[in-house]
């Protein structure tokens, strides 16, 4: 399982850490946070050194019932951003958090090596013609509606079924363009109550059948900070015990706020595993 980032192969089949830079105000745990450019490439060098394989940058809350966000302003938050950082680290991965074509073709050619794609290119008919054209990894998530919408369409028949049978259509129309590094994402707390997240965590090996590599985005996540009755700000324990989870049912990446705790789970797993 390896994609080609920026002539760079990466091997997913030892699981990696995508840590995630929120240039939003609004994000459910980071929102705001970096109110300048220091303090911006500082978080980037600590996830670095923490060992994070990507750095996957977002410039739209997708969180539920976040504001709506038009592409001018996208565009201007997120790629002086993506200049910034790949003028200091030069050598890093960037994965761009985006369901535009547009936005994804200017990072591109910036330098950005990974589209992440909540929509799997539902949201603009554009993106897979964009991401075949410059020949890109492409992660591509299960969601439903809007973050306005998206908590009041909950109703699945299965739902390890459901999805495979979303991601096998999404992949296929992936498939014809010739794009080639698909990711899959299940989309933790994305159209999804509490009990149908743990119910996707438990048949998350089910995903094994696509023979694709899957990120699992549990990090601080409700699901987690509901159940233990506490905040997003108090959940690093919570998901750290879920990363191992996911990791066990064969996740290939982890893509978290904390890095160095996630890199520290995913070296405890691979060590588990050799063993």
Do not use: W
Not at 26 to 54: C, H, I, P, W
Not at 85 to 111: H, Q
Not at 145 to 155: A, K, R, V
Not at 229 to 256: F, I, W
């Amino acid at each position: 399982m390896t994609i080609n980032c920026n002539g760079t192969l990466i091997n997913l089949s030892s699981p990696k850490v995508m840590g995630i830079l929120n240039i939003t105000p609004d994000s459910f745990f980071d929102g705001g946070r970096y109110q300048s450019e220091a303090e911006l490439l500082k978080q980037v060098a600590a996830m670095l050194k923490d060992g994070a394989t990507f750095i996957d940058i977002g410039a739209y809350s997708s969180k539920p019932n976040a504001s709506f966000v038009s592409e001018k302003e996208e565009r201007e938050r997120l790629l002086p951003v993506v200049e910034l950082i790949l003028k200091e680290f030069p050598n890093s991965l960037l994965s761009i958090d985006t369901f535009r074509s547009d936005i994804a073709k200017s990072a591109i050619e910036l330098g950005a090596a990974i589209i992440n794609d909540i929509s799997a290119g539902i949201e603009d008919k554009n993106m897979l013609q964009t991401i075949a054209q410059y020949n890109v990894p492409y992660i591509m998530m299960h969601k439903r509606g809007t973050p306005q919408t998206m908590q009041t369409l909950t109703d699945y028949d299965r739902i390890i079924k459901d999805l495979l049978f979303y991601f096998s259509e999404r992949i296929a129309e992936a498939r014809k363009l010739g794009i080639n590094d698909i990711i899959i994402d299940p989309g933790f707390g994305f159209a999804k109550t509490t009990a149908q997240n743990f119910e996707l965590l438990n048949g998350l090996e089910g995903f094994k059948i696509t023979d694709l590599p899957f990120l699992v985005g549990l990090s601080r996540k409700s699901m987690i900070y509901k159940t233990l009755n506490t905040t997003a700000g108090s959940a690093l324990n919570g998901t750290t015990a879920l990363h191992m989870v996911a990791l066990s049912k064969g996740a290939s990446l982890l893509r978290a706020h904390d890095v160095k705790e996630a890199v520290e789970c995913v070296k405890l797993y691979e060590q588990l595993r050799q063993s």
